[in-house]
């Protein structure tokens, strides 16, 4: 599948939906326009032109579903970009906060051929520098993962990722990376303050406090639990993996 069929809004619209379902949320207007940081009216508009394309669909309750056709598109740009972070990250140096940003650019680039290529030369990752599965590679979500601010008091946990809709504030990601919140550090819930809209951690760098809007941002699995699994590493292009992943599995076949 070519990613230049498609322009780079409609890849981030299909990404963004692609990461709520993910997510556990159900996908409508307004979280989009959250996460894309755009009007409402214009995530509507957006919406109806990627209907026409037959990439999504809306049913009565206006959550809107990827098609089989998008969801292959959505899993090749998510995965695209993810490559694209590891290769900046783990082989340039590129900074941890800013890799989502420049990875936007770099993604475009790449090709159904040259990301499988890029893959191997990566070591067959199965997951981005910030914790999130690679569709089509044989990763998936740890058992028992939740978001951080649903935790309790004396849990301790094991941060999984870091939400892709996050990953688009350099500030929060930077703040995330100076108190140590990333991939397999271990967080000990001390406080919660409902009232205060406040949790407090202890991280390998020592103790912190989150709001619970920052903390939703990070997925968490208990320390007990076992590690993200997967199925045996493996490539998949993105027609079969709409088949083999999570969120591919809930839109309506077509």
């Not at 695209?80 to 890799?99: T, V």
């Not at 397999?184 to 809209?197: P, T, Y």
Request: hydrophobic residues 40%.
């Amino acid at each position: 599948m070519s990613g230049g069929s498609l322009t780079p809004v409609t890849e981030e619209y299909l990404r963004a939906i692609l990461d709520l379902g993910m997510s556990g949320r159900s996908v409508i207007g307004r979280r989009l326009s959250d996460s894309l940081g755009v009007a409402p009216s214009t995530v509507t508009a957006t919406l109806q032109r990627m209907g026409k394309e037959e990439l999504v669909t809306l049913n009565e309750r206006k959550e809107v579903r990827l098609t089989k056709k998008g969801a292959a598109h959505a899993i090749a740009a998510a995965r695209r970009h993810h490559l694209s972070e590891r290769l900046l990250i783990d082989h340039l140096g590129f900074d941890w906060a800013r890799a989502h940003q420049e990875a936007e650019r770099w993604q475009h680039a790449l090709t159904e051929e040259t990301e499988r290529l890029l893959w191997e030369a990566l070591g067959r990752p199965t997951h981005c520098p910030h914790g999130n599965p690679i569709p089509g590679t044989g990763a998936c979500f740890s058992p028992g993962t939740r978001w951080l601010r649903e935790a309790r008091e004396g849990d301790e946990m094991i941060v999984e990722r870091i939400a892709e809709r996050a990953e688009a504030d350099e500030n929060l990601m930077r703040f995330f990376a100076r108190q140590g919140i990333v991939p397999e550090a271990q967080l000990v819930i001390e406080e919660i303050v409902l009232s205060n809209g406040t949790i407090s951690v202890t991280t390998p760098h020592g103790p912190v406090v989150l709001g619970l809007e920052a903390a939703a941002q990070v997925l968490v699995r208990p320390k007990e639990s076992m590690p993200l699994r997967q199925f045996p590493t493996q490539w998949q292009d993105s027609h079969t993996a709409v088949n083999t992943s999570r969120p591919a599995v809930e839109a309506p076949a077509q």
